[in-house]
């Protein structure tokens, strides 16, 4: 158990779906990320908020829209999504996104397939 | 381009040791951490370097050399519990991580 929650931890949907992954942490942190991970390849950072405000857009398209309501969740909503979207996707915190030796701690994963 | 390569699988018996190596190049740096990953499961973190030298951790060491773009995770006395990818990832200039693919460790009897 890391602190970090993630839910559905599995989800299948259809092309025209409307869907949203949520993420909770319970460390106190001000920084959590979405993370992509695909079958051998390296994790794919979507998304970073630090103090509820995005920092980070790695130009993730428009069909994946987070949300943060407060420091402690975390929402990734799915729109329209592609069959090449299918992956895991994985939410982190840090105490906050800087330097140093902070350390981001991950939650399960949601395991995403896209009819 | 950042990059980081790690070799895509091992094997080691169990009792032994292995060497996981882990070399970069990228913008800037401001540390290396090593993650274990169980299939099905979140990463935790294992370790954190960011001076040149050997960092241990009981049964773990990880080493860097700024220098040489390198690292290694040293798992010792292994254990059918350590099959698992180990991920290595460097923070930038910019504070992202960087990461690797990953490398799958099979521990065997």
């Known amino acids: 158990e890391t602190g970090v929650t993630q839910t559905p931890r599995h989800l299948v949907m259809g092309m025209t779906n409307k869907k949203s992954l949520k993420c909770e942490q319970h460390l106190g942190h001000n920084a959590m990320y979405w993370y992509k991970q695909s079958a051998k390849k390296p994790l794919e950072l979507m998304f970073v908020?630090?103090?509820?405000?995005?920092?980070e857009n790695n130009s993730v398209p428009s069909r994946f829209s987070p949300e943060c309501p407060n420091s402690s969740h975390l929402f990734l909503h799915l729109h329209t999504l592609q069959p090449e979207d299918s992956a895991l996707y994985l939410c982190a915190s840090s105490q906050d996104f800087s330097g140093g030796a902070d350390t981001q701690y991950f939650g399960p994963g949601t395991r995403l397939t896209v009819l | 381009g950042q990059n980081i390569d790690q070799p895509t699988e091992m094997t080691a018996t169990e009792g032994a040791i292995v060497q996981i190596n882990c070399t970069y190049q990228?913008?800037?740096?401001?540390?290396l951490f090593w993650y274990q990953q169980h299939a099905g499961e979140a990463p935790t973190f294992l370790s954190y370097?960011?001076l040149d030298g050997l960092e241990e951790k009981g049964r773990f060491s990880s080493f860097l050399s700024r220098s040489k773009g390198y690292s290694y995770l040293l798992l010792k006395e292994l254990q059918m519990k350590d099959s698992a990818s180990y991920l290595c990832?460097?923070?930038?200039?910019?504070?992202?991580?960087?990461w690797g693919a990953g490398t799958k460790l099979i521990i065997k009897p």
């Open positions: 990832a460097v923070r930038d200039s910019n504070y992202q991580l960087i």
């Open positions: 990228t913008s800037g740096f401001n540390g």
């Open positions: 370097n960011v």
């Open positions: 908020y630090n103090f509820k405000e995005q920092t």
